[in-house]
């Protein structure tokens, strides 16, 4: 049973920065690419970032572009999204997911496993 559990969401002012961890157990980490996504109230859920099974590819939204990074430890089973110069429209719940393929992919049903969200708030 793979499990994906993500941490460090919480309520900023604009302008601030948080950093998101999602702890993967119960199968070999380096087996998966990792993805993080988030959704809106009312909205479908976006791509946000993505990291590829050695962490040297990458992948990002252009809307976080030069303000978000995705990184792994596969020493921890972790994946980590630093957030920088949070806007109000970054608000939402932010969800970690694992892919058994070797690509890097935006889009959601690429995803086999999913943690089950964090919330993340920006304040004006």
């Known amino acids: 049973q793979v499990q994906l559990v993500e941490s460090g969401g919480g309520l900023v002012q604009a302008g601030g920065s948080l950093r998101l961890s999602c702890v993967v157990s119960?199968?070999?980490?380096?087996?998966?690419?990792m993805g993080w996504f988030r959704q809106a109230p009312g909205k479908d859920r976006e791509f946000v970032s993505a990291?590829?099974?050695?962490?040297?590819?990458?992948l990002l939204a252009d809307s976080v572009k030069g303000r978000f990074t995705i990184s792994r430890d596969n020493a921890k089973n972790t994946v980590y999204l630093q957030m920088n110069s949070l806007k109000p429209e970054d608000t939402a719940v932010y969800y970690c997911?694992?892919?058994?393929?070797?690509?890097?992919?935006?889009?959601?049903?690429?995803?086999?496993?999913w943690g089950q969200g964090t919330q993340v708030t920006v304040s004006s």
């Open positions: 119960g199968r070999t980490f380096s087996s998966y690419a």
């Open positions: 990291i590829n099974r050695s962490g040297g590819s990458t």
């Open positions: 997911a694992a892919d058994l393929t070797f690509g890097l992919y935006r889009t959601v049903s690429a995803y086999d496993y």
